[in-house]
């Protein structure tokens, strides 16, 4: 109890989680700018006619024209934490910003979304803005240049346990000994500059596979050790360029290689402040002082981030309580950081009936749009929340209580397709739940491993 | 040098093993024979210059010859050219099962399909047309009042007997009228057929040949999609899957009305086999030219080694083997489709049984072994 005691006593330099504030907050923005040019808000959430919410969070829905405006509070919001600007209201504006833009629609679902807002949270209980930043700045009363030890460590503690598992996601039998998906992946970029040729032989899918595994499982103790540190650092680069070069993941290179700085000592960030001070022009901060949480915050916020890890060591984990493969039901595939492991393509084909011989079988395109048509087509709890969408919309057209089933094909990781949900099921009797799908065809496979 | 211990040698070799990959690129390394199938230049080469453009010269030679015709029952509307006009009519028909999967490039950009083959034909919809010379062909109610289903209706369709049709050509108060819309739509599909062939012919090839990606705006990932469409809602529903009322009863009737080539009624078995086989032998890269298998799906799916894990046989087999199942069915059919539906539905039924097996093949397996992309959004691994 003690040592616990002198640890959340502990300060450390305020400088590394400035820069980490920082750079974080321009990612974002960064993030909010391409997404918006790319015309995203609009395909993915204005002309969509349905969504597919999160279970729980059916309130949370795209909000028409007004969508725009809620981008707009989120690259707002990203400024201000990176200027450090009303740091707190900004970083709630962000998380809740950012949070309700990832709940909107399912099939938008992105390990590294997912990422963000939880760094967001963690950064709602973090005094982030004691050091370079204008709050502290127009407020000499709120700098620090030294704040608690812990506020560095949950951020180190939380990317560790995302490398983690990460790499125990990829310790399968698919993904070891079978170099699956890579293997289909890479030789699609075969006509890339450079590499293009490699990828078309066997062995590189292996050894990307291997190399993305230990990657993974290794690099956060390679980042906390001070004398290996340059060299992983130098890694992490690599790593995530290659994949930014052979994936459509967006940022998630460029933010984890950002994130990964927090690994720097003090000194390192230091520096950085330092430069960046003389580009702004503005003067150092001359007198050291501590930032302490008051007694209750500290019980509050050391607790609360302790629960937090607790949460994200658990999530992963929740898998096991399914039977079956979780890559094939997919219950408790999300918020896992199963990232990149599945090349899982399906076909869904569903007819509505009823009993005065209505039938009729749907063209998935008149509801939904190519993106949520290929995710709803392998994942079941898409399937059923689209099933429920069309019982909804034939029982308008004058079906008496539609009955609606599907003629489900899914593929794995090359394996040849087979009917994932089973076709005698009346999906509008199904309701959703986090129950095992009974529905849900069993995969007659085995994948080894995590 | 201190720092230099094992761990450090071990991290910097792999950096350094990274390093070599990605440095051994740039040397010719391509000579390995199974490099080469999985070249994709020469497959968008072959389909380019050997599938393509000789299937499009080869349906105008049909068109020209069906325009003549049309031409000549203009001039002089008797019983013998409307004979030639609607064999010819057949024959352009027929040719252009081998095309109507195009729609990628100029085919897509002309959306061609809407214009030459959108049935059932819109009946009072060409009546309009025919009333107001100036109506808009462009836009979408404007489908089905053109192309072969219209010319279907407006040969074969006004009348049981050839003498009665013969009346609304010549005698009727609106023959004129009804002979200059039988020359807009021949027009309306030359011109089409010209732009298309003509882009083909001209840049667009050197496009389509250079865009080696699988991503969704390449070349190969926009003909995976198209023709697995075209296979699922042309081939599959269209001709099958509709009239059946496989796709869609109402109160348990089917709409055999809806078939092909209707008001001629037996030829839609033709048209059915000719367009699936040219399908079947897109998927092999049968040569238009020389009838030789070249650089195709099958070639690209044998060389990525898709299979069944299970028994080992190639994907590419298997998807053919289907193709032939599905072939065997649409002959047992009878040659009018109309008939068959009201005659024995569950024929269709069972060939429309078939052609959905392969569908799957062709959207689930086929597209996912070659790792087809269809959006541009952000993905992390499905």
Redesign the interface.
Known sequence: MQTIERYISKSTSAAPLAVFRVAFGVMLLLSVIRFWSNGWIKTLYIDPKYFFPFYGFEFVKPLGAYTYALFGVCALAALFVALGLFYRAAIISLFVSFTYIELMDKSTYLNHYYFVSMVCLLLIFLPANGCFSVDAWRNKSLRATHIPRVCIDVLKVFVCIVYVYAGLAKVNSDWLLHAQPLRIWLPAHNDMPLIGPLLNYTWVAFFFSWGGCLYDLCIPFFLLKKTTRPYAYVAVIVFHVLTAALFPIGMFPYIMIVTALIFFPAEFHETIIRHLRKIFGSATSDASSVYRFSPIASKFTTGALAAFLVIQLALPLRYLLYPGEVFWTEEGYRFSWRVMLMEKAGFAEFTVKDEAGNRVVVNNKTFLTPLQEKMMATQPDMILHYAHVLEAYFAEQGFQSPRVYVDSYVALNGRLGKPMVDPATDLSKQTESFHHKSWVLPFNDDIKGF | MS?L?R??IG??G??G???I??????S???T?P??DP????PMLEHWADNIIIPSYTNFKVKLDAMTAASDAFRANPTTTTLSDFRTAWVNAYTEWQKVEMFEVGPGDKYTIRNFFNIYPADEAGIAEYIANPTANMAVPAAYPRQGFPALDYLINGLAEADEDILVYYTTDASAAQRLAYVKRITDRMNDLLASVLGEWKGDYRETFVTK????ISSSTGLMVNAYALYYE?FIRSGKF?IPS?????????KHPEKVEAYYKRDISRTLAETAHQAAVNFFNGVSVLTAQEGPSFKSYLDA?D?K??STGTA?SA?IDAQFSVADAKIKTLSVDFYEQVQANNQAMLDTYAEL?KA???L???M????????????????
């Open positions: 720092f211990n761990k450090h991290l910097a792999f950096i093993l990274m390093g990959v990605w440095a051994c690129g740039s010719d390394s391509g390995d199974v490099a999985l070249d994709r230049k080696t990606g699988l991503d809602r899957g009322g496989a796709l869609t009863s109402t109160g348990g009737t990525l898709a069944d894990g994907l298997i959905q569908v799957r093949m959207k689930v397996d597209t996912s072994a070659m790792s087809v992309t269809i959006t541009y959004t952000d993905n992390d691994g499905d």
